[in-house]
T-cell receptor
């Protein structure tokens, strides 16, 4: 079984629709993250959470919201999707060691 | 403003030769550096890291060199194998600061190892 699972893996939606991307983990890590990757831009941090009661904005949080439903679950929502949110989205987990950061397989989102 | 820069978008190397991937950074607060490897349709996976108190870290075929004065690090792969073909991301963190959780990523370098 995969340590970090993301659903869906691919999604095509229309402008203005609400979208939720889900992430679950079996690593037992307290820390969870959502990243976005755009071609030629590397990975950028959207939101992060150090435990169930902790939610923090990252570098590019505008237009996104998150929910940490449990230690193992961290979901990302786009309340009203727009075309420039078309990207590859990665969930990640870690403990205190930065080298422990483990990425999920990614969700490819296309907003038409 | 990109604090971690990988100026070579792509690199092609023959099997058995050395691959050298370069990374520069601008933030002098960065004290921990990582390399990730990413295959298509998969998430990045951790490859090797180095603390700023060292100038070299080796793990099998992979060696990372850090030149703090030049704010430059490099990843050496020797010998290169076709399975090393992937996108390599350099990342940096300021562990000693309040933002130690944040990994600042470069744009990535696509390595192709040809038989």
């Amino acid at each position: 079984d995969a340590d970090v699972t993301q659903t869906p893996r691919n999604r095509i939606t229309k402008t203005g629709k609400r979208i939720m991307l889900e992430c679950s983990q079996t690593k037992g890590h307290d820390r969870m993250y959502w990243y976005r990757q755009d071609p030629g831009l590397g990975l950028r941090l959207i939101y992060y959470s150090f435990d169930v009661k902790d939610i923090n904005k990252g570098e590019i949080s505008d237009g996104y919201s998150v929910s940490r439903q449990a230690q193992a679950k961290f979901s990302l929502s786009l309340e009203s999707a727009i075309p420039n949110q078309t990207a590859l989205y990665f969930c990640a987990t870690s403990d205190l060691d930065p080298a422990s950061r483990f990425f999920g397989p990614g969700t490819r989102l296309t907003v038409l | 403003d990109q604090q971690v820069k990988q100026n070579s978008p792509s690199l092609s190397v023959q099997e058995g030769r050395i691959s050298i991937l370069n990374c520069d950074y601008t933030n002098s607060m960065f004290d921990y550096f990582l390399w990730y490897k990413k295959y298509p349709a998969e998430g990045p996976t951790f490859l090797i890291s180095i603390s700023s108190i060292k100038d070299k870290n080796e793990d099998g075929r992979f060696t990372v060199f850090l030149n703090k004065s030049a704010k430059h690090l490099s990843l050496h792969i020797v010998p290169s194998q076709p399975g090393d073909s992937a996108v390599y991301f350099c990342a940096a963190s300021a562990l000693s600061s309040n933002s130690g959780y944040a990994l600042n990523f470069g744009k990535g370098t696509s390595l192709l190892v040809t038989p």
